[in-house]
């Protein structure tokens, strides 16, 4: 049986009558730009995770590229955005002239730590973005307080977290800005790009719609250089249709990922990442030496709601990785590593110096472990048993 790794046809087509007649309201509409369909979209996404203000945008990177812009983020500032996550993180500070700084990861859940990043804080750090990396929330409190000792700005990255909560709060909403992405891979993905910004100060959000449209206000005048980052009406009306099912989508994730795991911890050489080891203390990875364990299961914080973006295996030992990748892929199960080349390592980023670099073993350490497989709300049980019986196979 094939497993692909995502199946965005088995989410939307069921889907295809209200989607049609959501794209021929549009049509006959006549309203291509903005509008009433992007209005109403901004109000549900802001109502769902709890902020005053929506804005959609072209893509999840223009989000990010928006709220630095909107936060005054430029040449001679620093900002610190972990080195285990995807490019538009970095990429999107260094459109701005800004220089990303790179930070570690925790090998628990993968996300910044926050430790390491409170050592690399210089009088040049202006902002801080912490990625909700695979569909779990960063350590926000820990965030917040660094931020708040130093002055930072804090916008969340929860292009793969939309819906996800910390301590009962919605990720997005806890710093200055939180930006999403409807990429068709993600939780809540569209038909072709789109992302979404979101804001509960007044100023800022305000600040950010003008951004949106070239800097200016009224329109042909130009008090700010801006851009085109507007979301299309068209996509908007497609996602309202989706949205209304996303609570059954992240449960059914959920309800995957609950499945793998208590299936596959069963196994020999499986263990669960250990929250107790979170926080990089200094033997952080340790414990996995003397487990002897061969692959580690992903696990949420007691504190998060995670909603499973990603259900990522660290596949222990050297080569360990490509072999089991190598299994799968031979067996037509879909997988792909997240990620194999962490920022600090790609050329692109070799003009930042050796403090911005350095002290990133445990994300390097991580882009050589990381596998990730179909965790998709459509898989069937079948699909899900087929998976597990593969891995089982493989360590076997
Ligand atoms: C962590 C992270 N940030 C930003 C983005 C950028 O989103 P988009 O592809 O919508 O530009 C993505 C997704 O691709 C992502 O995974």
Same mark, same amino acid.
């Given at each position: 049986?094939? =497993? ?98 790179? =930070? ?32 779990? %929330? ?46 068709? %891979? ?49 996509? !908007? ?53 003397? %487990?002897? !364990? ?85 898989? %069937? ?16």
């Amino acid at each position: 049986m094939k =497993v692909p790794l995502l199946d965005v046809n088995a989410q939307n087509l069921p889907l295809e009558s209200e989607l049609t007649a959501a794209f021929t309201n549009v049509l006959r509409s006549g309203q291509f730009i903005m509008g009433p369909e992007c209005e109403a979209l901004e109000k549900e996404i802001a109502g769902m995770v709890e902020c005053k203000h929506g804005i959609g945008c072209s893509s999840g990177t223009d989000a990010i590229l928006l709220a630095l812009m909107a936060l005054g983020i430029g040449p001679g500032d620093e900002v610190l955005v972990p080195t285990f996550t995807f490019f538009a993180t970095a990429g999107c500070v260094a459109r701005t002239g800004a220089t990303p700084v790179f =930070v570690d990861a925790c090998p628990v859940c993968f996300n910044i730590d926050t430790g390491k990043a409170a050592a690399k804080v210089t009088s040049k750090t202006k902002a801080i973005i912490p990625v909700h990396l695979f569909g779990q %929330s960063a350590d926000m409190d820990a965030v917040m307080a660094l931020a708040r000792e130093h002055n930072l700005f804090v916008i969340e990255d929860g292009a793969q977290a939309i819906g996800a909560k910390y301590k009962g709060r919605p990720v997005g909403s806890i710093g200055h800005f939180g930006t999403y992405s409807f990429f068709p %891979s993600k939780n809540l993905g569209g038909f072709g790009d789109g992302g979404f910004l979101v804001a509960n100060d007044d100023a800022l959000a305000e600040h950010a719609r003008i951004l949106r449209t070239h800097g200016s206000k009224p329109k042909y005048y130009h008090k700010f250089v801006g851009a085109n980052f507007r979301l299309d009406p068209l996509q !908007a009306a497609l996602l309202r249709v989706k949205l209304r099912r996303y609570a059954e989508y992240t449960e059914k994730r959920q309800a995957n990922a609950a499945y793998y795991t208590e299936k596959l911890r069963g196994l020999p050489g499986v263990v669960t990442a250990d929250p107790a080891h979170c926080k990089c203390a200094a033997s952080q990875d340790s414990w996995i030496e003397g %487990s002897r !364990a061969k692959l580690v299961l992903p696990a949420p914080y007691a504190h998060n709601e995670h909603i499973w973006n990603q259900y990522t295996l660290r596949v222990i030992g050297d080569g360990r990785r490509d072999a089991l990748k190598k299994h799968l892929s031979d067996n037509h199960i879909g997988n792909e590593i997240y990620y194999p080349v962490t920022m600090d390592q790609q050329e692109c980023f070799q003009y930042t110096n050796d403090f911005c670099r350095r002290d990133c073993d445990t994300a390097h350490r991580l882009a050589g472990e990381a596998l990730s497989i179909p965790i998709y709300p459509e898989l %069937s049980k079948e699909q899900k048993d087929t998976v597990i019986a593969q891995i089982a196979a493989w360590l076997a």
